[in-house]
């Protein structure tokens, strides 16, 4: 069974960082692109970030360019996502997906919260 | 960056009754376009990709068509478990991009 479970979510200052985790199970990593997306709440649904199996190709939406940095670890299994520079509107639950296409497999989620 | 418009943002509609979701790029996405379903609390779950083909248990009721810049979301006779936000996303350019979701709520 494909399992997704993100961690690493929590409260942080304006301008500060955090970095989330997203640990793979249940396929083998290594074969497959793999996803951020976060919703504001209240909000829709937003692609933030992929990044390529190997690791070589990697695309993020405007709004975190500069900022976020996706990687991963394919013998841990895991997906990883540095945020730095938060803002308020990065306030959201950021949600790990397996593929770069349409998103079959999600986590569950973990809430990001940037608040002074 | 490919914009994804929804239409309508809200839409009611009795238990039963047909309901018809849109979605419209601002460019053309060919037919790399999905569907998926968020309720509260959940994960999203993909219903529909390759613009027409359900995804794995996704029940015959959920039918999408389309392609180039106009799509479709049928969900043919609701069921209460149907209630719920409904988003488009193409997968032709990068970045990946949604739309704005759709809710289906009940009338």
């Known amino acids: 069974e494909v399992q997704l479970v993100e961690s690493g979510g929590g409260l942080v200052q304006p301008g500060g960082s955090l970095r989330l985790s997203c640990a793979a199970s249940?396929?083998?990593?290594?074969?497959?692109?793999m996803t951020w997306v976060r919703q504001a709440p209240g909000k829709g649904l937003e692609w933030v970030a992929n990044?390529?199996?190997?690791?070589?190709?990697?695309y993020y939406v405007d709004s975190v360019k500069g900022r976020f940095t996706i990687s991963r670890d394919n013998i841990k299994n895991s997906l990883y996502l540095q945020m730095n520079s938060l803002r308020a509107e990065d306030t959201a639950v950021y949600y790990c997906?397996?593929?770069?296409?349409?998103?079959?497999?999600w986590g569950q989620g973990t809430l990001v919260t940037v608040s002074s | 960056e490919i914009v994804m418009t929804q239409s309508p943002a809200t839409l009611s509609v009795s238990p039963g009754e047909r309901a018809t979701l849109s979605c419209r790029a601002s460019q053309s996405v060919n037919s790399n376009l999905a569907w998926y379903q968020l309720k509260p609390g959940q994960a999203p779950r993909l219903l529909i990709y390759g613009a027409s083909t359900r995804a794995t248990d996704i029940p015959a009721r959920f039918s999408g068509s389309g392609s180039g810049t106009e799509f479709t979301l049928t969900i043919s006779s609701l069921q209460s478990e149907d209630f719920a936000l409904y988003y488009c996303q193409q997968y032709n350019n990068w970045p990946r991009t949604f739309g704005q979701g759709t809710k289906v709520e009940i009338k």
């Open positions: 249940g396929f083998t990593f290594s074969n497959y692109w």
């Open positions: 990044i390529k199996q190997d690791g070589s190709e990697r």
């Open positions: 997906a397996r593929g770069g296409q349409q998103l079959v497999h």
